[in-house]
């Protein structure tokens, strides 16, 4: 007896030796596509939280990734925000994704986006299953993991949520999947989902905080289908689990333990695309109420563009990067209303302009620090057709392009309506090599105008500004044939 103890042990551990030396390789794990930003925000959010607090934290599906743009409302709040999402996950996996960040940062604000609060339960969705699992490959904390295996999977599940060489056995008779290009590729998959040689997560962000926008607005050809074939969404048939509704007692609790305010946010689709949402708002809100938080319901009251959603037929659809705009000024508008003594001003501390100063998002919201030369200061306080512009200015933001902003405060003395306007300017730059007088428009931006705060804003190519001429405001319907940039 043993002998055979003592064999079985040494063939357990031969193969537990292999199979983790199998895992090692990446061989059963090619992370490719939206995965890599997922693996990627994990890790921005370890790299980030060694020094700093997230203040504003948002959680959901690929809703919440595409529908908000946390570096925009980091600088419109003076906070730092952060999202953590994954494709198709569950509201279930989303709150043991927050246990594990409790570890490591407690934000003042916490917003779940309402689309992964669904009707999934463990049984009626394979999709949703092979999400969550990848969404669990995603996360670093072993304790968090280990803890939350047994609520996320059925037992015979387990296996598949640890080994990757397991969960995608069938790579051996699949004969699109190279096991030794998988291996080869390894470097560099970990180059993209870390901060790797280049300081970039996925090669294109020195300070990564979960967006992820990739899709052109909607165009003529679907919209008209819209219309001829009607919704694919209907609100009157979405429902919540009821393990949902458990979790989302749970997760009400740990803010509550944690001091952390909770509050819900809906990301639109295309009005189009579906039908009877007051009946879901009506639903949703009922099993929301007795926890007694907000939510802003983006879907109501709509008011957004073609533009702002991805040019594509079906009900699982995205807002586009300008989509992600609207939307963030919205969250703002309410963190504002509602929040506004939470959230930490930022502004002046030392890490956070080192991260959004001298960025496309920073300028509209703030002014620039005295004496910083890279900007170049054209108006300030001073009267342009009986307006007072507050600043006007430019500054490089790459070595492929600059911007050039303007502000004003509307009053009821003003009797335009700014929004119809543009700021024009006429001065001699040297673009190109090339020394001339130019007339530069500067369009009035509704993404970062609030209220009376008016922003014209632009980008232009990469330029110096020698001589101001003159400025005025130029109505939109006016064409002027003067170059432009």
Not at 148 to 158: A, E, H, R, Y
Not at 293 to 305: A, I
Request: hydrophobic share 35%; glycine share 4%.
């Amino acid at each position: 007896m043993k002998r055979i103890t003592i064999k079985f042990f040494i063939i357990s551990s031969i193969i537990i030796a292999v199979v983790l030396k199998i895992e090692s390789t990446n061989a059963f794990n090619p992370i490719s596509g939206t995965d890599l930003y997922t693996h990627a925000r994990w890790n921005s959010l370890y790299d980030l939280t060694e020094k700093d607090t997230i203040d504003i934290l948002i959680m959901g599906n690929s809703r919440s990734y595409n529908g908000i743009n946390p570096k925009q409302l980091s600088c419109a709040t003076s906070s730092l925000s952060f999202i953590i999402g994954a494709p198709g996950t569950t509201f279930k996996d989303t709150y043991f994704s927050f246990k594990e960040i409790l570890k490591r940062t407690k934000p003042k604000l916490l917003v779940i986006e309402t689309y992964c609060i669904n009707n999934f339960s463990y049984t009626n969705s394979s999709g949703a299953l092979q999400s969550i699992l990848k969404s669990f490959s995603a996360k670093i904390n072993f304790k968090s993991k280990l803890e939350s295996t047994p609520f996320l999977f059925g037992v015979n599940d387990w296996p598949y949520a640890w080994l990757t060489s397991i969960r995608n056995h069938n790579y051996i008779f699949d004969e699109k999947q190279n096991l030794k290009e998988n291996i080869e590729k390894t470097p560099q998959i970990e180059e993209s989902i870390k901060k790797g040689s280049d300081n970039k997560y996925v090669g294109k962000y020195q300070l990564y905080l979960g967006k992820y926008n990739g899709n052109s607005g909607l165009k003529k050809k679907v919209i008209e289908r819209y219309k001829k074939e009607g919704p694919l969404t209907n609100g009157a048939t979405r429902f919540v689990s009821d393990t949902h509704k458990e979790y989302l007692k749970k997760l009400n609790t740990l803010c509550l333990e944690n001091n952390v305010e909770l509050m819900f946010l809906t990301i639109p689709v295309y009005s189009e695309s579906i039908k009877n949402h007051d009946v879901f708002r009506n639903y949703f809100g009922k099993i929301i109420k007795p926890l007694n938080r907000n939510w802003l319901d983006l879907q109501n009251n709509y008011d957004f563009l073609p533009s702002h959603f991805d040019n594509v037929y079906k009900a699982a659809h995205h807002t586009t990067a300008d989509g992600s705009f609207a939307c963030t000024k919205k969250l703002v508008d309410f963190i504002d209303n509602k929040y506004q003594d939470l959230i930490p001003s930022r502004k002046s501390e030392k890490s956070w302009l080192e991260k959004f100063y001298n960025t496309e998002e920073y300028f509209p919201y703030h002014s620039a620090i005295n004496n910083d030369k890279k900007v170049i200061k054209l108006i300030e306080n001073k009267n342009v057709d009986g307006i007072i512009v507050k600043e006007c200015a430019y500054t490089s933001i790459t070595q492929n392009y600059g911007i050039i902003w303007g502000k004003t405060t509307i009053n009821d003395s003003i009797n335009k309506n700014l929004k119809n306007y543009n700021l024009g300017l006429i001065a001699k730059v040297k673009m190109d090599g090339e020394v001339k007088n130019i007339q530069i428009i500067i369009p009035y931006s509704d993404i970062y105008s609030n209220g009376k705060k008016i922003v014209f804003l632009t980008r232009t190519k990469p330029l110096e500004i020698q001589q101001l001429y003159r400025a005025n405001f130029i109505e939109n319907k006016k064409k002027n044939s003067e170059e432009s940039i």
